[in-house]
Protein backbone atom coordinates (compact mmCIF):
# COMPACT_ATOMS: atom_id res chain seq x y z
CA UNK A 1 0.00 0.00 0.00
CA UNK A 2 2.91 2.30 1.02
CA UNK A 3 4.32 2.12 -2.39
CA UNK A 4 1.25 2.50 -4.51
CA UNK A 5 0.66 5.68 -2.59
CA UNK A 6 4.23 6.80 -3.12
CA UNK A 7 3.34 6.10 -7.23
CA UNK A 8 0.33 8.16 -6.85
CA UNK A 9 1.71 11.30 -5.27
CA UNK A 10 4.71 11.18 -7.96
CA UNK A 11 1.93 11.02 -10.52
CA UNK A 12 0.59 13.89 -9.21
CA UNK A 13 3.56 15.45 -8.46
CA UNK A 14 4.91 15.03 -12.12
CA UNK A 15 1.28 16.05 -13.09
CA UNK A 16 1.24 18.99 -11.74
CA UNK A 17 4.61 20.31 -12.98
CA UNK A 18 3.96 19.65 -16.54
CA UNK A 19 0.84 21.77 -16.39
CA UNK A 20 2.99 24.73 -14.75
CA UNK A 21 4.99 24.15 -17.91
CA UNK A 22 2.04 24.52 -20.21
CA UNK A 23 1.21 27.31 -18.42
CA UNK A 24 4.53 29.19 -18.73
CA UNK A 25 5.00 28.44 -22.70
CA UNK A 26 1.32 29.00 -23.51
CA UNK A 27 1.63 32.33 -21.57
CA UNK A 28 4.81 33.13 -22.95
CA UNK A 29 3.67 32.17 -26.51
CA UNK A 30 1.00 34.50 -26.13
CA UNK A 31 3.20 37.55 -25.17
CA UNK A 32 4.96 36.86 -28.64
CA UNK A 33 2.27 36.72 -30.53
CA UNK A 34 0.86 39.74 -29.39
CA UNK A 35 4.07 41.58 -29.50
CA UNK A 36 4.60 40.55 -33.31
CA UNK A 37 1.38 41.65 -33.78
CA UNK A 38 1.75 45.04 -32.57
CA UNK A 39 5.28 45.95 -33.67
CA UNK A 40 5.15 44.33 -37.24
CA UNK A 41 1.54 46.24 -38.38
CA UNK A 42 1.61 47.50 -41.71
CA UNK A 43 1.19 51.25 -42.18
CA UNK A 44 -1.23 52.80 -43.67
CA UNK A 45 0.97 54.75 -45.49
CA UNK A 46 1.98 51.41 -47.22
CA UNK A 47 -0.81 50.02 -47.91
CA UNK A 48 -2.15 53.07 -49.59
CA UNK A 49 1.01 52.82 -51.60
CA UNK A 50 0.46 49.22 -52.54
CA UNK A 51 -2.98 49.99 -53.49
CA UNK A 52 -2.40 52.83 -55.77
CA UNK A 53 0.52 50.56 -57.77
CA UNK A 54 -1.92 47.66 -57.81
CA UNK A 55 -5.08 49.97 -59.09
CA UNK A 56 -2.60 51.40 -61.67
CA UNK A 57 -1.72 48.55 -63.05
CA UNK A 58 -4.89 47.01 -62.88
CA UNK A 59 -6.15 50.06 -65.12
CA UNK A 60 -3.54 49.63 -67.71
CA UNK A 61 -3.70 46.11 -68.19
CA UNK A 62 -8.22 46.95 -68.39
CA UNK A 63 -7.37 49.35 -71.43
CA UNK A 64 -5.11 47.16 -73.28
CA UNK A 65 -6.69 43.75 -73.18
CA UNK A 66 -9.68 44.32 -75.31
CA UNK A 67 -7.16 44.96 -78.02
CA UNK A 68 -5.46 41.29 -77.58
CA UNK A 69 -6.62 38.34 -79.89
CA UNK A 70 -6.14 34.59 -80.17
CA UNK A 71 -5.21 33.35 -83.02
CA UNK A 72 -6.10 29.58 -83.93
CA UNK A 73 -4.44 28.24 -87.16
CA UNK A 74 -4.80 24.68 -88.50
CA UNK A 75 -2.96 23.36 -91.37
CA UNK A 76 -3.40 20.05 -93.73
CA UNK A 77 -0.46 17.71 -93.77
CA UNK A 78 0.40 15.26 -96.01
CA UNK A 79 2.76 11.74 -94.99
CA UNK A 80 3.50 9.21 -97.63
CA UNK A 81 2.51 5.98 -96.79
CA UNK A 82 4.31 3.02 -95.44
CA UNK A 83 6.10 1.77 -98.77
CA UNK A 84 5.43 -2.23 -99.66
CA UNK A 85 8.39 -4.73 -98.30
CA UNK A 86 7.73 -6.52 -101.46
CA UNK A 87 6.15 -5.13 -104.79
CA UNK A 88 4.02 -7.90 -105.73
CA UNK A 89 0.32 -7.65 -106.69
CA UNK A 90 -0.15 -10.78 -104.58
CA UNK A 91 0.77 -8.85 -101.38
CA UNK A 92 -1.26 -5.73 -102.26
CA UNK A 93 -4.25 -7.18 -102.89
CA UNK A 94 -4.15 -9.78 -99.76
CA UNK A 95 -2.19 -7.52 -97.24
CA UNK A 96 -2.98 -3.74 -98.11
CA UNK A 97 -6.79 -4.18 -97.18
CA UNK A 98 -5.98 -6.21 -94.00
CA UNK A 99 -4.17 -3.16 -92.74
CA UNK A 100 -6.57 -0.38 -93.55
CA UNK A 101 -4.65 0.97 -96.45
CA UNK A 102 -1.21 1.60 -94.78
CA UNK A 103 1.16 0.69 -97.49
CA UNK A 104 1.97 3.48 -99.75
CA UNK A 105 -0.99 5.12 -99.49
CA UNK A 106 -0.36 8.99 -98.39
CA UNK A 107 -1.92 10.14 -95.18
CA UNK A 108 -3.58 13.19 -94.40
CA UNK A 109 -3.74 15.01 -91.15
CA UNK A 110 -4.81 18.24 -89.68
CA UNK A 111 -2.28 20.11 -87.72
CA UNK A 112 -3.50 22.77 -85.12
CA UNK A 113 -1.58 25.82 -83.17
CA UNK A 114 -2.27 28.96 -81.53
CA UNK A 115 -0.63 32.31 -80.80
CA UNK A 116 -1.74 35.46 -80.00
CA UNK A 117 -1.85 39.06 -82.05
CA UNK A 118 -3.18 42.07 -81.42
CA UNK A 119 -5.12 44.90 -82.91
CA UNK A 120 -3.18 48.02 -84.74
CA UNK A 121 -6.20 49.25 -86.58
CA UNK A 122 -10.49 49.88 -85.91
CA UNK A 123 -11.19 48.70 -89.25
CA UNK A 124 -9.59 44.91 -88.46
CA UNK A 125 -6.16 44.74 -88.80
CA UNK A 126 -4.38 42.60 -86.67
CA UNK A 127 -0.03 42.33 -85.84
CA UNK A 128 1.27 39.17 -84.96
CA UNK A 129 4.15 37.02 -85.60
CA UNK A 130 4.75 35.10 -88.96
CA UNK A 131 5.65 31.70 -87.25
CA UNK A 132 2.53 31.83 -85.77
CA UNK A 133 0.44 31.34 -88.55
CA UNK A 134 3.05 30.17 -91.01
CA UNK A 135 1.71 27.63 -93.68
CA UNK A 136 -1.78 27.70 -92.13
CA UNK A 137 -4.50 26.71 -94.25
CA UNK A 138 -7.37 28.71 -91.74
CA UNK A 139 -6.72 31.44 -89.88
CA UNK A 140 -8.85 31.74 -86.58
CA UNK A 141 -9.07 35.09 -83.98
CA UNK A 142 -10.66 35.14 -80.82
CA UNK A 143 -11.81 38.37 -79.83
CA UNK A 144 -11.83 39.72 -75.93
CA UNK A 145 -15.48 39.11 -76.15
CA UNK A 146 -15.73 35.91 -77.36
CA UNK A 147 -16.41 36.39 -80.82
CA UNK A 148 -14.96 34.45 -83.66
CA UNK A 149 -13.78 35.88 -87.31
CA UNK A 150 -12.33 34.32 -90.23
CA UNK A 151 -8.88 36.10 -90.83
CA UNK A 152 -7.17 36.82 -93.91
CA UNK A 153 -3.23 36.99 -94.07
CA UNK A 154 -2.50 40.11 -96.17
CA UNK A 155 1.40 39.97 -95.61
CA UNK A 156 4.00 38.52 -93.93
CA UNK A 157 8.06 39.23 -93.90
CA UNK A 158 10.20 36.06 -92.41
CA UNK A 159 13.32 38.10 -92.30
CA UNK A 160 11.80 39.82 -88.70
CA UNK A 161 9.26 37.03 -88.36
CA UNK A 162 6.25 39.97 -88.63
CA UNK A 163 2.75 39.45 -89.99
CA UNK A 164 -0.52 41.14 -90.83
CA UNK A 165 -3.74 39.38 -90.40
CA UNK A 166 -7.53 41.09 -90.91
CA UNK A 167 -10.49 39.85 -90.09
CA UNK A 168 -13.88 41.98 -91.33
CA UNK A 169 -15.19 43.89 -88.16
CA UNK A 170 -15.57 47.91 -87.63
CA UNK A 171 -15.27 49.59 -84.67
CA UNK A 172 -12.43 47.22 -83.03
CA UNK A 173 -10.15 48.88 -79.93
CA UNK A 174 -6.95 49.38 -81.15
CA UNK A 175 -3.72 49.73 -79.19
CA UNK A 176 -1.70 53.08 -79.01
CA UNK A 177 1.70 53.02 -80.60
CA UNK A 178 4.34 53.33 -78.14
CA UNK A 179 7.81 54.38 -79.41
CA UNK A 180 10.22 51.33 -78.49
CA UNK A 181 13.38 53.92 -78.92
CA UNK A 182 12.89 55.38 -75.29
CA UNK A 183 12.12 52.33 -73.80
CA UNK A 184 15.19 52.17 -71.22
CA UNK A 185 16.77 49.14 -69.01
CA UNK A 186 14.87 48.72 -65.68
CA UNK A 187 11.64 49.94 -67.07
CA UNK A 188 8.32 48.42 -66.20
CA UNK A 189 6.18 46.36 -69.09
CA UNK A 190 3.43 44.07 -68.88
CA UNK A 191 3.10 41.11 -71.66
CA UNK A 192 -0.18 40.11 -72.54
CA UNK A 193 -1.19 36.85 -74.49
CA UNK A 194 -2.28 33.06 -74.44
CA UNK A 195 0.24 31.08 -73.42
CA UNK A 196 -0.46 27.55 -73.40
CA UNK A 197 -4.45 28.16 -74.67
CA UNK A 198 -5.20 30.46 -71.16
CA UNK A 199 -7.17 33.15 -72.48
CA UNK A 200 -5.76 36.72 -72.11
CA UNK A 201 -2.80 35.96 -69.36
CA UNK A 202 -1.19 39.00 -67.83
CA UNK A 203 3.16 39.02 -66.98
CA UNK A 204 4.58 41.80 -65.52
CA UNK A 205 8.54 42.08 -65.49
CA UNK A 206 11.00 44.95 -66.61
CA UNK A 207 13.42 45.79 -69.78
CA UNK A 208 16.61 43.72 -69.18
CA UNK A 209 17.94 45.10 -72.53
CA UNK A 210 17.89 46.62 -75.65
CA UNK A 211 18.99 45.93 -79.18
CA UNK A 212 19.70 42.27 -78.76
CA UNK A 213 21.00 40.94 -81.73
CA UNK A 214 22.84 37.86 -83.03
CA UNK A 215 20.12 35.69 -81.37
CA UNK A 216 19.51 33.51 -84.30
CA UNK A 217 15.56 34.13 -84.72
CA UNK A 218 15.35 36.37 -87.73
CA UNK A 219 17.60 37.77 -89.76
CA UNK A 220 16.78 40.97 -88.49
CA UNK A 221 16.77 41.54 -85.18
CA UNK A 222 16.79 44.29 -82.81
CA UNK A 223 14.91 43.02 -80.06
CA UNK A 224 13.59 44.11 -76.18
CA UNK A 225 14.91 41.69 -73.47
CA UNK A 226 12.71 41.13 -70.69
CA UNK A 227 11.76 39.16 -68.09
CA UNK A 228 8.10 39.25 -68.01
CA UNK A 229 7.06 35.51 -68.25
CA UNK A 230 6.76 34.92 -71.96
CA UNK A 231 5.62 31.17 -72.74
CA UNK A 232 4.30 29.41 -75.77
CA UNK A 233 1.32 31.02 -76.76
CA UNK A 234 2.32 34.25 -76.01
CA UNK A 235 3.40 34.47 -79.40
CA UNK A 236 2.38 37.70 -81.61
CA UNK A 237 0.87 39.35 -78.28
CA UNK A 238 1.91 42.76 -77.48
CA UNK A 239 4.24 44.05 -74.70
CA UNK A 240 3.26 47.07 -73.41
CA UNK A 241 4.81 50.00 -71.27
CA UNK A 242 3.28 51.78 -68.34
CA UNK A 243 0.82 54.14 -70.61
CA UNK A 244 -0.65 51.00 -71.81
CA UNK A 245 0.94 51.59 -75.20
CA UNK A 246 2.51 49.10 -77.50
CA UNK A 247 6.35 49.39 -77.51
CA UNK A 248 6.79 45.14 -78.89
CA UNK A 249 5.29 42.06 -79.99
CA UNK A 250 6.61 39.15 -78.00
CA UNK A 251 7.82 36.64 -79.97
CA UNK A 252 10.49 34.25 -78.40
CA UNK A 253 11.88 33.04 -74.97
CA UNK A 254 15.43 31.83 -74.38
CA UNK A 255 14.36 28.23 -72.53
CA UNK A 256 16.73 24.80 -72.02
CA UNK A 257 13.30 23.48 -70.79
CA UNK A 258 10.49 24.64 -72.96
CA UNK A 259 9.30 26.94 -70.65
CA UNK A 260 9.93 30.28 -69.30
CA UNK A 261 13.75 31.29 -67.62
CA UNK A 262 13.61 34.40 -67.08
CA UNK A 263 14.53 35.30 -70.41
CA UNK A 264 11.90 37.17 -73.15
CA UNK A 265 12.48 38.52 -76.41
CA UNK A 266 10.08 40.82 -78.53
CA UNK A 267 10.26 42.96 -81.96
CA UNK A 268 10.20 46.58 -81.21
CA UNK A 269 7.18 48.44 -81.73
CA UNK A 270 9.34 50.78 -84.18
CA UNK A 271 10.39 48.32 -86.21
CA UNK A 272 7.29 46.05 -86.62
CA UNK A 273 5.07 49.43 -87.73
CA UNK A 274 7.56 50.59 -90.94
CA UNK A 275 7.03 46.56 -91.94
CA UNK A 276 3.49 46.47 -91.19
CA UNK A 277 2.63 49.81 -92.96
CA UNK A 278 4.81 48.43 -96.05
CA UNK A 279 2.88 45.24 -96.14
CA UNK A 280 -0.40 46.99 -96.02
CA UNK A 281 0.65 49.11 -98.43
CA UNK A 282 2.94 47.40 -100.65
CA UNK A 283 2.26 43.87 -99.75
CA UNK A 284 5.81 43.39 -99.44
CA UNK A 285 8.50 45.00 -97.25
CA UNK A 286 10.65 47.56 -98.88
CA UNK A 287 13.91 48.43 -97.23
CA UNK A 288 16.47 50.90 -97.57
CA UNK A 289 19.98 50.28 -98.73
CA UNK A 290 23.43 51.85 -98.27
CA UNK A 291 25.86 49.14 -100.11
CA UNK A 292 28.62 48.51 -97.29
CA UNK A 293 29.81 45.70 -95.38
CA UNK A 294 30.24 46.52 -92.00
CA UNK A 295 31.45 44.44 -89.24
CA UNK A 296 31.98 45.35 -85.10
CA UNK A 297 34.41 47.79 -83.72
CA UNK A 298 36.63 46.48 -81.22
CA UNK A 299 38.71 47.71 -78.44
CA UNK A 300 41.75 48.41 -80.39
CA UNK A 301 40.13 49.99 -83.44
CA UNK A 302 38.60 52.12 -81.14
CA UNK A 303 41.45 53.44 -79.21
CA UNK A 304 43.18 53.90 -81.79
CA UNK A 305 40.49 56.62 -84.23
CA UNK A 306 40.30 57.81 -80.44
CA UNK A 307 36.88 57.00 -78.94
CA UNK A 308 36.16 56.35 -75.25
CA UNK A 309 33.23 53.98 -76.17
CA UNK A 310 33.22 50.70 -78.26
CA UNK A 311 30.18 51.57 -80.49
CA UNK A 312 30.07 51.87 -84.14
CA UNK A 313 30.51 49.77 -87.31
CA UNK A 314 33.31 49.44 -89.20
CA UNK A 315 32.83 49.70 -93.13
CA UNK A 316 35.31 46.75 -94.63
CA UNK A 317 33.58 47.04 -98.10
CA UNK A 318 31.66 49.07 -100.54
CA UNK A 319 29.45 47.82 -103.57
CA UNK A 320 29.61 49.57 -107.06
CA UNK A 321 27.52 52.46 -107.51
CA UNK A 322 25.83 51.89 -104.46
CA UNK A 323 24.52 55.31 -101.83
CA UNK A 324 27.40 54.72 -99.82
CA UNK A 325 29.62 55.03 -102.84
CA UNK A 326 28.65 58.13 -104.10
CA UNK A 327 28.50 60.13 -100.62
CA UNK A 328 32.24 59.28 -100.46
CA UNK A 329 32.13 56.41 -97.64
CA UNK A 330 35.55 54.84 -98.01
CA UNK A 331 37.04 51.55 -96.54
CA UNK A 332 37.95 51.41 -92.77
CA UNK A 333 35.58 54.18 -91.93
CA UNK A 334 33.78 53.61 -88.41
CA UNK A 335 30.02 54.61 -88.55
CA UNK A 336 29.24 56.70 -85.30
CA UNK A 337 25.94 57.87 -86.18
CA UNK A 338 23.58 57.55 -88.27
CA UNK A 339 19.84 59.66 -89.07
CA UNK A 340 20.96 61.27 -86.04
CA UNK A 341 20.96 58.30 -83.97
CA UNK A 342 24.30 56.82 -82.35
CA UNK A 343 25.35 53.85 -83.81
CA UNK A 344 25.56 50.75 -81.26
CA UNK A 345 27.30 48.30 -83.67
CA UNK A 346 26.99 46.65 -87.09
CA UNK A 347 23.72 45.01 -86.60
CA UNK A 348 22.42 48.04 -85.25
CA UNK A 349 23.42 50.09 -88.51
CA UNK A 350 21.91 46.86 -90.48
CA UNK A 351 18.70 47.70 -88.55
CA UNK A 352 18.64 51.76 -89.09
CA UNK A 353 19.27 51.11 -92.91
CA UNK A 354 16.58 48.82 -93.39
CA UNK A 355 13.79 51.05 -91.76
CA UNK A 356 14.64 54.16 -93.49
CA UNK A 357 12.61 54.89 -96.53
CA UNK A 358 14.13 54.39 -99.90
CA UNK A 359 15.05 58.18 -101.21
CA UNK A 360 15.46 59.20 -97.73
CA UNK A 361 18.48 61.59 -97.52
CA UNK A 362 20.29 61.47 -94.06
CA UNK A 363 23.42 62.53 -92.28
CA UNK A 364 26.00 59.88 -91.02
CA UNK A 365 28.64 60.77 -88.47
CA UNK A 366 31.87 59.32 -89.17
CA UNK A 367 35.28 58.75 -87.81
CA UNK A 368 38.16 58.68 -90.09
CA UNK A 369 41.75 58.77 -89.53
CA UNK A 370 40.91 60.18 -85.95
CA UNK A 371 39.03 62.69 -87.17
CA UNK A 372 35.17 63.01 -87.12
CA UNK A 373 33.26 63.61 -90.65
CA UNK A 374 29.78 64.15 -91.73
CA UNK A 375 28.38 62.29 -94.82
CA UNK A 376 25.35 62.64 -96.61
CA UNK A 377 23.45 59.77 -98.33
CA UNK A 378 20.56 58.88 -100.26
CA UNK A 379 19.22 55.64 -99.32
CA UNK A 380 18.37 53.10 -102.44
CA UNK A 381 15.75 50.96 -102.15
CA UNK A 382 17.34 47.40 -101.52
CA UNK A 383 16.05 46.02 -105.09
CA UNK A 384 18.87 43.76 -105.98
CA UNK A 385 17.02 41.30 -103.11
CA UNK A 386 14.23 40.17 -104.48
CA UNK A 387 11.54 37.08 -103.97
CA UNK A 388 8.91 35.76 -105.06
CA UNK A 389 5.65 36.80 -103.45
CA UNK A 390 2.91 34.18 -104.72
CA UNK A 391 2.84 31.83 -101.96
CA UNK A 392 1.21 29.40 -104.66
CA UNK A 393 4.29 29.43 -106.50
CA UNK A 394 7.10 26.41 -106.04
CA UNK A 395 9.79 29.19 -106.08
CA UNK A 396 8.00 31.22 -103.22
CA UNK A 397 10.25 32.39 -100.45
CA UNK A 398 13.73 32.01 -102.60
CA UNK A 399 15.97 35.56 -102.24
CA UNK A 400 18.22 36.30 -104.95
CA UNK A 401 20.52 39.09 -106.37
CA UNK A 402 22.40 39.82 -109.38
CA UNK A 403 25.51 38.02 -109.52
CA UNK A 404 28.34 40.86 -109.58
CA UNK A 405 31.84 41.34 -110.28
CA UNK A 406 32.74 41.22 -106.57
CA UNK A 407 30.76 38.29 -105.37
CA UNK A 408 32.25 35.96 -108.55
CA UNK A 409 35.66 36.90 -106.78
CA UNK A 410 34.59 36.17 -103.22
CA UNK A 411 33.14 32.80 -103.90
CA UNK A 412 35.10 31.48 -107.13
CA UNK A 413 32.78 31.38 -109.14
CA UNK A 414 34.15 31.40 -113.51
CA UNK A 415 32.91 33.86 -115.69
CA UNK A 416 31.36 31.82 -117.68
CA UNK A 417 28.83 31.15 -115.03
CA UNK A 418 25.99 33.45 -115.39
CA UNK A 419 22.75 33.67 -113.59
CA UNK A 420 21.89 35.11 -109.98
CA UNK A 421 22.57 33.93 -106.81
CA UNK A 422 20.37 32.79 -103.71
CA UNK A 423 20.84 34.88 -100.60
CA UNK A 424 18.85 32.82 -98.35
CA UNK A 425 15.66 30.73 -98.65
CA UNK A 426 12.44 31.00 -95.94
CA UNK A 427 11.92 27.62 -94.09
CA UNK A 428 8.47 26.73 -95.46
CA UNK A 429 9.70 27.60 -98.87
CA UNK A 430 9.53 24.10 -101.17
CA UNK A 431 13.21 24.92 -102.02
CA UNK A 432 14.14 24.67 -98.71
CA UNK A 433 16.98 21.59 -98.48
CA UNK A 434 16.97 21.18 -102.15
CA UNK A 435 18.61 24.30 -103.00
CA UNK A 436 21.35 26.98 -100.29
CA UNK A 437 22.70 30.20 -100.09
CA UNK A 438 25.27 30.71 -102.48
CA UNK A 439 23.61 28.72 -105.31
CA UNK A 440 23.61 30.15 -108.63
CA UNK A 441 20.58 29.75 -110.21
CA UNK A 442 21.06 29.92 -114.74
CA UNK A 443 17.79 28.81 -116.11
CA UNK A 444 14.09 27.98 -114.80
CA UNK A 445 12.08 25.41 -117.11
CA UNK A 446 14.90 26.48 -120.38
CA UNK A 447 14.75 30.11 -119.90
CA UNK A 448 18.03 31.44 -118.87
CA UNK A 449 18.13 33.67 -116.10
CA UNK A 450 20.87 36.67 -116.57
CA UNK A 451 19.75 38.81 -113.20
CA UNK A 452 17.50 39.56 -110.95
CA UNK A 453 14.25 41.09 -113.39
CA UNK A 454 14.63 37.70 -115.55
CA UNK A 455 14.22 35.16 -112.39
CA UNK A 456 10.93 37.78 -110.91
CA UNK A 457 10.10 37.54 -114.69
CA UNK A 458 9.74 33.70 -115.03
CA UNK A 459 9.06 33.01 -111.55
CA UNK A 460 5.71 34.66 -111.92
CA UNK A 461 4.92 31.98 -114.84
CA UNK A 462 5.96 29.11 -112.46
CA UNK A 463 3.27 27.41 -110.57
CA UNK A 464 3.01 23.90 -109.21
CA UNK A 465 6.50 22.82 -111.11
CA UNK A 466 10.32 23.81 -112.38
CA UNK A 467 13.22 22.38 -113.75
CA UNK A 468 15.89 24.21 -112.02
CA UNK A 469 19.59 24.30 -113.56
CA UNK A 470 22.24 25.76 -110.99
CA UNK A 471 26.30 26.27 -109.91
CA UNK A 472 27.15 24.52 -106.74
CA UNK A 473 30.84 23.80 -104.99
CA UNK A 474 32.32 24.17 -108.89
CA UNK A 475 29.93 21.73 -111.09
CA UNK A 476 26.34 22.42 -112.50
CA UNK A 477 23.67 20.30 -111.62
CA UNK A 478 19.58 20.77 -111.64
CA UNK A 479 16.70 19.56 -109.75
CA UNK A 480 13.05 19.39 -110.38
CA UNK A 481 10.79 21.42 -107.75
CA UNK A 482 7.38 20.11 -107.21
CA UNK A 483 4.74 22.02 -105.31
CA UNK A 484 4.06 19.93 -102.26
CA UNK A 485 7.09 17.60 -102.76
Same mark, same amino acid.
Do not use: C
Given at each position: MKKNRKFIISGILLLLIGVTIG?? $???????????????????????????????????????????????? !?????????????????????????????????????????????? $????????? !?????????????????????????????????? $?????????????????????????? !???????????????TRGIVSATGRANVGIADYEDFIQTDAAINPGNSG?????????????????????????GIGFAIPSNMAKVVMDSLIKNKKVIRGWLGVTVQDLDIEMAKTSGLKEIKGAVVTDIQDGSPAEKAGLMRKDIIISFNGKEVEDAAHLRNLVVSTPPGKTVNMEIIRGGKRYTITATIGELGAEQMVSESESVLAGIYVEDLTSKIRSQLHIPKKINGVIISSIDPDSPADGLLMRGDVIMEINNEKINSVKDFVRVSKKVKNEAIIWFFRDGRVSYITLKVGQ
Open positions: LV $ISSKFDFQTKGFSEDYQISKESQELLSKIGNAMAEVIQAVRPSVVNIY !TTKKIKRQGIPFPFNDPFFRRFFDDEFGGLFNRPKEFTQTALGSGV $IVDPSGYIL !TNYHVIKGADEIKVKLYDKKVFDGTLVGYDAKTD $IAVIKIKSNGLRAIKWGDSDKLKVGE !TVIAIGNPYGLNLTVGPLVNVSGELVGINTAIFSTTGGYQ
